[in-house]
């Protein structure tokens, strides 16, 4: 039992200190360094607010869950792309007398360019889409900060998993 223990911290040790596997889950192809460029607003409603706190969610993630350090500009890793579309549309129809929403969906979608400088094969241009449901009598602007928290959560490990994550 215990050379098996042994041999088991000896194995962990070597592939973490490899630096390209980790045990977050993230394939890094040997990379120390990231970088994401501005994402731009290309849809009419989109704010140049969003498009900036869309960039800095997925910085905070790729900071959080990879041993990579971001370069401001030229990463090995590079993540780049446009918010090109950014609409609320009825989900939920009551019926009555007049037929209301009762719930609304904002969609926010994106379109990235990950390049791996070290690895170009797994670069990639992909569209990633998601979205939150919020009461329709509830005004959007009044919530729309707390909605872009909930769908860049999932947009930006989208993302994650896409190009690190393996999957």
């Known amino acids: 039992m215990r050379?098996?223990?042994?041999?088991l911290i000896i194995l962990s040790a070597l592939l973490s200190?490899?630096?390209?596997?980790?045990?977050?889950?993230?394939?890094?192809?040997?990379?120390?360094?990231?970088?994401v460029d501005y994402f731009k607003p290309q849809?009419?409603?989109?704010?140049?607010?969003?498009a900036q706190?869309?960039?800095?969610s997925l910085k905070d993630l790729l900071l959080a869950q990879s041993p990579l350090r971001i370069a401001e500009k030229n990463?090995?890793?590079?993540?780049?792309g446009t918010v090109v579309d950014y609409r609320t549309a009825p989900v939920a129809i009551q019926s009555g007398a007049a037929e209301t929403a009762s719930l609304n969906r904002l969609t926010i979608t994106v379109k990235v360019k990950y390049e791996n400088t070290l690895e170009p094969e797994l670069s990639f241009e992909k569209t990633f889409s998601k979205f939150a449901d919020y009461d329709a009598n509830q005004d959007l602007f009044t919530i729309e900060e707390s909605l872009w928290s909930l769908i860049n959560e999932q947009l930006t490990q989208e993302i994650y998993n896409a190009s690190l994550g393996n999957w």
């Open 75 to 80: 990463g090995e890793l590079t993540y780049s």
């Open 43 to 50: 849809s009419a409603m989109v704010t140049p607010l969003y």
């Open 3 to 7: 050379p098996s223990f042994v041999l």
């Open 17 to 35: 200190g490899c630096g390209i596997y980790s045990f977050t889950g993230g394939q890094f192809s040997g990379a120390k360094t990231f970088s």
């Open 53 to 56: 706190r869309f960039t800095e």
